[in-house]
């Protein structure tokens, strides 16, 4: 088996590529051992010693560490990542439940079903899909007196350039399309 990597732009997170198929739908954003529990990889991962944080996109895996030095976690990461795929669990544990993300807890005035749709949309289509490239996600969380609240997963978590990426990408994208869209904000 080949695990490809690829840096980031968190410099604190690296993107792994297994060659395989991780999660089917969705994504799983662990920022704890304790919330590694309902997945067997990521509790694998968790036990590595520096890590903090792993995240589960359709076909990559990005892990985040604490100050310790990748060339000394890599090989470890790269070894847990190895001996889970070949020991035929799954990376998700049964009662994981839905590992997606889901609509739970998204806020914004039901008057503003069709401007929150439309954001969506541009999320999924567009955003998304290049985020994901880096080795992160970044999901609706809800809609206020023209502000977009966000919640950024994976690589972005913590990225020293996530907020250029929120004010000069993905606001300057809303804002062009959506004339209600006056500002993003992460959460």
């Known amino acids: 088996m080949f695990i490809q990597t690829e840096a980031t ?3 604190q997170t690296l993107k792994f590529l297994p060659g395989k198929v991780v999660l089917e739908e969705g994504t799983a954003d662990f920022r704890s051992a304790a919330e590694a529990e309902q997945s ?4 694998r991962l968790f036990a590595v010693k520096g890590v ?3 995240f589960f996109g359709y076909d990559f895996v990005t892990v985040s560490k604490d100050g310790g030095d990748w060339a000394h976690l890599k090989p470890a990461i790269l070894g847990a990542i190895m001996e889970h795929f070949m020991s035929g669990v799954p990376v ?3 009662k994981a439940g839905s590992a997606t993300a889901s609509s739970d807890g998204e806020f914004f005035d039901p008057q503003d079903i069709n401007v929150v749709n439309t954001i969506k949309e541009l999320l999924e289509s567009r955003v998304r899909p290049a985020v994901a490239q880096d080795g992160g996600d970044i999901t609706f969380k809800g809609f206020r007196d023209g ?3 966000l ?3 994976g690589a ?3 990225c020293p350039s996530s ?3 929120l004010k000069h990408g993905v606001q300057n994208l809303l804002r062009h399309f959506i004339p209600e869209v006056q500002e993003v904000e992460a959460v």
Do not use: D, R, S, Y
């Open 52 to 54: 903090t944080g792993v």
């Open 151 to 153: 919640n950024m997963k």
């Open 156 to 158: 972005c978590a913590g």
């Open 92 to 94: 998700m544990g049964a």
């Open 163 to 165: 907020t250029a990426t």
């Open 9 to 11: 732009p968190n410099p």
């Open 40 to 43: 067997p990889l990521a509790e």
């Open 147 to 149: 502000k977009v609240f």
